[in-house]
């Protein structure tokens, strides 16, 4: 399973599904049920679960469009299945299994009934059993390895009764890198699929997985790139952005990028990060604004208006890669990628 949620992690679903799904991938994975509707309104096929539940109100939908549910009590499966029946459709599920991460998912007491449910409802078929590891991309494996134990005695209760348990999965990007034991009937990754790594936890296994020759290495899907909107010649001393939070330590030229934090850019990053020009890392000054922020050009004397600007990816030999912004801006690879703003066009090269 392709996880292409969060509009493919900020790439776009659609062209990412298209690409994954000519890639290999059997099925995807959504957050939410608009995202497998806007995938079936554009001509995808594929099996799609919504993997993070529905509400009562959304069922129609799910039904409407083929999409597979995802439950973890039998009232979720009463619902879908009355209202399959009243559309003499049938619908494919998932049970959920919480093992420990708190969010979602029934409990190992539960789970028997509601199998048995879903085994006699003709209007649902069990297509799968899964739960989802909370620590798998951290350097200790302990809490992974006792939430693998619950699954896979869940699993056990589930067969020990009349009906065999339907295929199961759990192994996000993290899991499928460093727990060969969690991989099961299928694995979900997200993360990698864009080139990103959850954490440097994970280089050991990745090399291992793929070798360590260069042209092998997880190559990031997303650059982000702009332009040089309008260059200053700024004297020592002087204010920069809102706020007057940076004052030029010298005489200074200070080039404006037409990219703000309502383009994703997290204002977490003011006078942290850095961008490429020409080839170099220059530093970003000054809070970042919504629409706009600058950077010091100093060094560069050749800089002009219109120059490219690397934000994410390579420029020369030099790269600034998701992992050393999402460090600077102190969260994680994920959500530097999907809050890269929809006004940023997408341009996709095969
Ligand atoms: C997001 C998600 C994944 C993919 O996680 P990555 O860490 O991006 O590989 C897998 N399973 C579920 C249930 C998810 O919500």
Known sequence: MAVVKADGYGHGALPCTRAVLAAGADCLGVGIVAEGVELRENGVQAPIQVLTGHFPNEIDDLIQHELTATVWNSSMAKDLANRAAECDRQV?????????????????DNLPALMEFIHHSKNLRAEGVFTHFSTADEEDSEFTTLQLERFQATLNKINQGEIPAPPAHCANSSALLRYPESHFSMVRPGLILYGALTSKNLEPALDK?????AEKKLRPVMAWKTQILQI???SKGS?????????TRRDSTIATLPVGYADGLNRALSG????????????????????????DVTDLP???????????????SEAIAVEEMADHARTIPYEILCCVGKRVPRIYIP
């Not at 204010?239 to 004052?247: A, D, E, N, R, V």
């Not at 850095?274 to 530093?283: D, K, N, P, T, Y």
């Not at 050749?302 to 020369?316: N, S, T």
């Open 209 to 213: 997985l793929l070798g360590s020759t």
């Open 239 to 247: 204010p920069l952005s809102y706020g007057k939070k940076f004052i």
């Open 92 to 108: 494919g599920v998932h049970v959920k299994v919480d093992t420990g991460m708190g969010r979602l998912g029934g409990t190992s």
């Open 272 to 295: 942290k990060m850095s961008v490429l020009i020409h080839g170099q890392r220059v530093s970003q000054v000054g809070t970042i604004c919504m629409d706009l922020c600058m950077v």
């Open 232 to 234: 200053n010649k700024i």
């Open 302 to 316: 050749q800089v002009r208006a219109g120059d490219e600007v690397v934000i994410l990816g390579r420029q020369g």
